[in-house]
């Protein structure tokens, strides 16, 4: 006698630059998503691998986000998952733009005229207590080794400014720095150079994930770090190992632009 197969998730694989994310429609119920999904579904050898995680829900005409990391931590704000989401529903939508809610605030995404996706992340967090740091310090140069940058982007961010980028011992560097007790939360660290006034070279390490191919929070982080410090104008490149993005630090929020991708849909038996 036949049976069939329990129902599975269905998921899609998307990514930016190649920062990769599982993407879970929940619009229509389903599987409620935690710690201990995200951590199997993130490894890369007996899951389906991702940087992030994160699950889509209904808020009216707008779309909740939740966005978890690959050791299972939730995080308030995911930039590039949030592009790659925003372009999926405006073309299922016939729109051209589109308002998403995130535990970082109300975010707009649009699509460009060239096809690039664009996403509104918010105004950068320069206090200290917003970032969150441990204790009061100046934002704009830590009393850390380096003298770094930190920023919050709904996640918090550690930017080091160095003459090469490519040449700085992220693996070394990444954890150690994640895990410093000025950040009571961790955070996302970024190693940044200056290649022209208006472009920069940034390899990242992420909170909960490690080292990534790009970041959108990451981008927008250091490009406010470095226009705070005089490096840039509010309008930068960012070049990261797995591509460019745009990001314009605007009246309204920090911009970035770049491009996305849907590379698959899935089904998740485990």
Do not use: Y
Not at 40 to 62: S, Y
Not at 229 to 247: A, F, K, N
Request: glycine share 12%.
């Amino acid at each position: 006698m036949e049976t069939s197969a329990p129902p599975g998730l269905p998921f899609m694989k998307m990514h930016g630059l190649g920062n990769d994310f599982v993407v879970i429609d929940a619009r229509s119920g389903g599987r409620t998503v935690d710690a201990a999904l995200a951590r199997a579904m993130a490894d890369r050898h007996r899951g389906v691998g991702f940087d992030q995680l994160a699950r889509i829900e209904a808020e009216g005409e707008a779309l909740s986000l939740t966005f978890w990391n690959a050791d299972g931590s939730l995080s308030a704000a995911c930039g590039n998952a949030t592009r790659c989401i925003a372009a999926w529903e405006m073309a299922r939508r016939g729109t051209g733009a589109l308002t998403l809610l995130t535990e970082r605030g109300t975010l707009s995404a649009r699509r460009e005229a060239d096809g690039m996706t664009s996403v509104n992340m918010g105004a950068p967090q320069t206090c200290w207590r917003d970032i969150p740091l441990a204790h009061e310090a100046d934002t704009l140069s830590l009393p850390l080794e380096g003298a770094p940058v930190a920023t919050g982007m709904g996640n918090p961010h550690c930017t080091f400014f160095v003459d090469d980028a490519d040449a700085v011992d992220l693996m070394r560097l990444g954890p150690k720095w994640e895990h410093d007790p000025l950040f009571p939360q961790r955070t996302n660290v970024q190693f940044a150079s200056r290649i022209a006034p208006d472009r920069l070279r940034m390899r990242v390490w992420e909170r909960g994930t490690g080292i990534t191919l790009a970041s959108g929070s990451s981008s927008c982080a250091v490009a406010v770090a470095a226009h705070r410090r005089g490096l840039t104008g509010r309008r930068v490149e960012i070049v990261l190992d797995g591509g460019e993005l745009v990001v314009d630090w605007r009246d309204d929020g920090v911009w970035m632009t770049g491009p996305v991708a849907h590379v698959f849909d899935g089904v998740w038996h485990g």
